[in-house]
């Protein structure tokens, strides 16, 4: 993929309704690519992000899917085929486990069993050429040699072994002609897990912005994220995206 690859390209962002993934549709769609915007819920966010799009002159649909639901993981990767007429680009942003609510097993069935049954799903319908870029934390990436919170262990855990199950996948999509990319980020300013695990734990925040010396916004590290859907890089590159120093320095001490 060059960099002006996009143009006409349909792509599929999971968990895009917000945040992240809401600021990666809008700066692939103002590349020129066709944005499939999926939420879990909230159809309402998901429905602003694509006025805001096609007013700035881009092309997107809202798609409702619980990844965690195969039937409906196939209904919102063919939902890109049938608006658009195909599927180029599939950005595994959806991440989750904090939730108290769904279940002490919902860490792994989302981050780890969801995202491969996604991966699955949506490069059957991609064609030669084609790209996943998954997105995941230094947190989780390094879990197996740097501690992080206990509030964060189950999720970072099962975030790990997601992309360990992704990229056993690579030999077959390099196969198809399909490129895997992973986008790994510290904490980042003003998501819900960085809210969430300084309410747990206060000054967490702090103290990851002391050791990275800064921590990247929503729109810095999207634009990351974006870059990485078209980057001339090999299949399996792994970039890691702000204050990655003190992981990678404990990661070869352990």
Do not use: C, W
């Not at 599927?87 to 959806?94: E, Q």
């Not at 097993?105 to 319908?125: F, H, I, P, S």
Request: charged share 25%; proline share 2%; net charge negative.
């Amino acid at each position: 993929m060059s960099s002006t690859s996009l143009a006409g390209k349909t792509a599929v962002i999971t968990g895009s309704s917000r945040g992240v993934g809401a600021d990666t549709a809008k700066l692939l769609a103002t590349e020129g690519a066709n944005v499939v915007v999926n939420y879990r819920q909230k159809a309402p966010r998901a429905n602003k992000v694509v006025k805001e799009i096609e007013e700035a002159g881009g092309r997107a649909i809202a798609v409702g899917a619980d990844l965690t639901s195969p039937e409906e993981v196939r209904g919102l990767m063919r939902a890109a085929v049938d608006a658009f007429g195909g599927l180029d680009l599939l950005v595994l942003n959806a991440s989750g486990g904090m939730e108290a609510d769904l279940g002490e097993d919902y860490a792994m069935r989302l981050n780890r069993d969801a995202q491969l049954d996604a991966l699955l799903a949506g490069t059957e319908l991609m064609s030669d050429g084609g790209r996943v870029v998954f997105v995941t934390s230094h947190q989780a990436h390094f879990i197996r040699d740097v501690e992080t919170m206990d509030q964060y262990v189950a999720v970072a855990l099962s975030k790990r072994a997601g992309e360990d199950a992704l990229v056993e996948r690579i030999p077959e999509l390099e196969a198809k002609g399909i490129s895997f990319v992973v986008v790994s980020g510290d904490m980042i300013e003003g998501t819900v897990t960085a809210t969430l695990l300084n309410r747990a734990e206060p000054g967490a925040l702090d103290a990851r912005r002391e050791a990275a010396g800064r921590l990247y916004s929503v729109a810095e590290f999207a634009a990351e994220v974006a870059k990485m859907a078209t980057a001339d890089v090999k299949t399996g590159h792994v970039e890691l995206v702000g204050g990655a120093e003190d992981f990678l320095a404990q990661s070869a001490d352990s």
